[in-house]
């Protein structure tokens, strides 16, 4: 019920009653009782809308506690990335030497923990900068090493003056950790105009990598040549990050190990003539690849669309037994790569 019938509420009461006094006190009660549906409807629906809020800024800042175990152990476990391997193996020595030095009370050079990793979609660059906020933390260079990643929806806000608060509570929550920011070059926009609020959300995270210098890791991510320009827009921005990670393609052969590493991870196996597709069209698909290509990703969604199929063919059979539950055929296969036509 609307506030705009307590009025009639009220001429009725009145009318029904020959005495004003308990007319009046009837009325009290009515439109308590009204009044507190009233509040109970307004506050559910900003509760809602709250809700809704917490729900988009959620799904543009992810918070990543440190998992338990061997960071190292976990990095030389990825498959392929080689080269990327080599170079946090590299930063981690150099870290671990400079604080032995720095406890025998030797000149340490100043160096910055921030980094630029620079590759196409789904290459591992998320996964590696949570080993390595967890290799800072067992470095003692961070107190909790967990990692808060985030891009530009989750730094900038719509309207003017808020960027700033927007980009400084995703900060608070990385304190002691890796704030990972994925195309980050997205804060620049080539050819944007200079009223882009983008340009407050990097004032704000060069003055807080300042302020936090101690507690505080950025790494920032995204395509070679984008990444390149961002960097180049900003001399704060050259003077902070001057560490780079390339995270090379990977190759057919790779891109098989992590299907089959789904594959274990789930309980399946595959059929020989199955397999032998699964190989062909790889590198038929990295061959054809373009700049958009996903890699791990396209792995992975290759297995889904496959063990789907394969849901599919085994619809309606009883009493299946374990290999028909856990093996993939060639028509799985096939269907996985025709399914996915579109990502090639």
Known sequence: MSKGNLANIKDRIFKGCGCLSIG??????????????????????DAEEVATEQVEKKDSVVVNEPLEGDPYKELDEL???????????????????????????LKTPKMSYHLVFYGSPGTGKTTVARIIGRIYKDLGVLKKGHTVET???????????????????????????VLFIDEA??????G?????????????????????????????????????????????????????IDFPDYSPQELTDIFKMYMKKNQYTITAD?????????EIVVAKKDKNFGNARYARNIFEKAIQQQANRLAGQQN???????ELTLEDIQHGFSADKSMH
Request: hydrophobic share 35%; glycine share 8%.
């Open 274 to 282: 199955a397999e032998e597709y699964l190989k062909t069209n790889m």
């Open 192 to 244: 944007g105009s200079g009223q882009d609020y983008g340009q407050e959300a990097i004032s704000t995270l060069l003055k807080r990598m300042e302020d936090y210098r101690d507690r505080l890791v950025v790494i920032i991510a995204g395509y070679k040549d984008e990444m390149k320009r961002f960097i180049d827009s900003n001399p704060g921005l050259q003077s902070r990050f001057n560490r780079y």
């Open 79 to 105: 498959i392929g990335l080689g080269s990327v391997k080599e170079e946090v193996r590299t930063l981690a020595n150099f870290v671990k030497l400079q604080k032995q030095r720095e406890a025998k009370g």
């Open 24 to 45: 009046f006190v009837l009325m009290t009660v009515v439109l308590a009782i009204i009044g507190s549906f009233i509040d109970d409807d307004e506050k559910k629906d």
């Open 320 to 326: 299946l037994s374990k290999q028909q539950l856990t």
């Open 151 to 177: 891009d530009r929806s989750g730094l900038v806000a719509k309207y003017m003056g808020q960027t700033a608060i927007q980009t400084d509570t995703v900060i608070q929550q990385a304190l002691d950790g």
């Open 185 to 190: 070059y997205a804060l620049v926009p080539e």
